[in-house]
């Protein structure tokens, strides 16, 4: 038996969450779910968006599914998502973006893992605020190298550590080795922050050398964004500080038709959180029109990690197979089917599901 931690979310997380759940548990894999809630409903009632039963469920359970939660931009609580990957030390961010067939996308050989650190970086959330105590101590600093901030200024601070880049750098090497994949792209901005970027690039350029089977190269940020909008199947396995792998894995996300097929995974050495890319997008709430997907292959993921890998390829290849069909799917898949009818999220999940049941039968 099987117990995981369950964490609908917010906005459409719920809505999305249930439809992954629902696919899981078609699979027949033997699974107890332990709900816990965080996020925008908690936070009036606990007086925090992330209650400290939802952690150690996690810690104890060892494995999540949680859906996207909402962070307010610019002021508010924290997010969410950054909080729980640090307390539990979910240092590795994993997010494949492969193409399927039957979506339409100019890209379609791309098969692409981005591997992003986790916990570093400006996501660290060391900022100094306007006018606070700590702001005027970094000013009086800065002032002393000859600096000046001006009064308007805020500061955050971009933190790159040895451990954090070499220990991210070799599970890309490791992960390559047992998915038979055969190169490794660091992905910086050492060109201009020599010190931080350059600790990051110097770190997997170190533990490349002890994978030599593997082919390594690194690319600066700006021009690894231009490579992958031309030609992104020449790239296998990217690893990137935080900050980059954000923002490219969203990027390859496009490449392959969209985040509403874009799944990942938060790994460290005692827990799992499996999660879609996406995020809320509270102003769907309620409507059951979202991509699941994302969450589905998320679920896979999980299954994978959990042993259960025939179930995990069953679940893909459901997945697959429906948007081959090009029948049925959500407003925001362009299908290459002239067929294709704009369903609700719970129509794509039945359709998943009776397809997995199918595949089922045939393998047993």
């Known amino acids: 038996m099987h117990r995981v931690t369950l964490i609908p979310g917010d906005g459409v997380g719920p809505e999305v969450i249930d439809c992954a759940r629902r696919v899981i ?14 996020g925008e409903k908690v936070l009036e009632s606990k007086g925090t968006p992330i209650p400290g039963d939802v952690l150690e469920s996690i810690k104890r359970n060892k494995v999540a599914l949680k859906g996207p939660i909402t962070t307010p931009i610019g002021t ?11 307390a539990l030390d979910l ?22 893992v981005i591997i992003r650190e986790n916990t570093e970086d400006l996501y660290a959330g060391i900022e100094f605020e306007q006018g606070s105590k700590s702001m005027e101590k970094l000013r009086q600093f800065m002032k002393e190298e000859a600096i000046d901030l001006s009064d308007d200024a805020a500061c955050s601070f971009k933190i790159i550590s040895w451990e954090g880049s070499t220990r991210i750098a070799r599970f890309a090497f490791e992960y390559a080795i047992r998915h038979r994949r055969k190169r490794v792209t660091a992905v910086h901005k050492a060109n201009i922050m020599k010190a931080t970027d350059g600790l990051f690039l110097k770190a997997v350029r170190t533990i490349a050398n002890e994978f030599p089977d593997i082919q390594f190269e690194d690319r600066i940020v700006d021009n690894m964004c231009m490579q992958l909008v031309q030609k992104p199947e020449a790239y296998d396995v990217l690893v990137l ?15 392959v038709g969209g985040l509403g097929l874009a799944p990942s995974a938060n790994l460290g050495e005692r827990a799992a959180v499996f999660e879609p890319v996406h995020g809320s997008a509270p102003k769907y709430a309620g409507q059951n029109k979202v991509n699941p997907m994302a969450a589905i292959l998320s679920g896979a993921l999980l299954l994978r990690h959990l042993g259960e890998e025939k179930l995990a390829e069953a679940v893909e290849k459901a997945v697959g197979d429906v948007l081959v069909e090009g029948k049925m799917a959500t407003y925001d898949v362009k299908s290459t089917s002239e067929e294709s009818l704009s369903v609700s999220s719970t129509q794509v999940a039945d359709e998943i599901i009776d397809r997995l049941k199918d595949l089922l039968a045939v393998s047993r």
């Open 241 to 255: 500080p935080n900050l980059y792998g954000d923002i490219v894995s969203d990027l390859c996300a496009g490449l």
């Open 91 to 112: 240092y590795v961010n994993l997010r494949p973006a492969k193409a399927f067939h039957g979506v339409k996308t100019p890209f379609p050989d791309v098969d692409l």
């Open 25 to 38: 548990e078609a699979t027949r894999v033997s699974i107890e779910w332990e709900v816990k809630e965080a």
């Open 76 to 86: 508010g609580f924290r997010s969410v998502n950054v909080a729980i990957r640090k």
